[in-house]
């Protein structure tokens, strides 16, 4: 159970947003119905997190494998329930979700997979991350796309921590 209730979506503080990230979203999920308490940091957050999931060039695998890597790391599981099938459907297999624990001793990921995640795990783990890591995963990407996955690494702890510390999950009563 959260920790605070669940907003309110029909007030009519936030109903026009309430919509509008039902549109986009094709529902309120518990994620969303927690940050309207706040309009503007819920408006702020939809703004973000679209252009990361949806406007960033990224390839979705990747995006997709550093999420889930994030939610593991942080024991987010709303995170990973929510995304466990996007990833799929971007093209992570189901070996590789269920390796991501132990990708070191995997040979499921490729050399730019295992740069990202290495990238992932010293951003998520450590914030600073060392020269020979970052050397390698600029190896893979040009400046754009290291910036977006930078800020996808970023946000997704972020989300995970906003999660984490409200305590919400799927499974909770609205």
């Avoid at 119905?33 to 252009?51: C, D, I, K, R």
């Avoid at 972020?158 to 799927?170: D, G, N, P």
Wanted: proline residues 5%; hydrophobic residues 45%; aromatic residues 6%.
């Amino acid at each position: 159970m959260a920790r605070i209730p669940y907003a309110d979506c029909t007030s009519a503080a936030v109903r026009p947003l309430a919509d509008r990230i039902a549109a986009e979203r094709g529902s309120i999920l518990h994620l969303y119905q927690m940050l309207l308490h706040s309009a503007p940091v819920a408006e702020g957050w939809l703004g973000y997190l679209t252009a990361i999931r949806q406007k960033s060039s990224l390839p979705g695998d990747v995006r997709e494998l550093v999420i889930m890597r994030v939610a593991l790391l942080n024991h987010a599981p709303y995170e990973a329930d929510q995304h466990a099938p996007i990833a799929l459907r971007e093209g992570v297999s189901q070996g590789k979700l269920d390796a991501l624990a132990q990708w070191e001793d995997c040979p499921l990921f490729d050399a730019r997979e295992r740069a990202v995640l290495a990238y992932t795990d010293a951003m998520t783990r450590q914030v600073q991350v060392n020269d020979e890591v970052f050397a390698a995963v600029a190896a893979h990407f040009e400046p754009p796309r290291l910036v977006e996955l930078t800020a996808t690494v970023a946000a997704y702890n972020m989300v995970s921590r906003f999660l984490e510390a409200l305590q919400i999950h799927s499974h909770d009563a609205r």
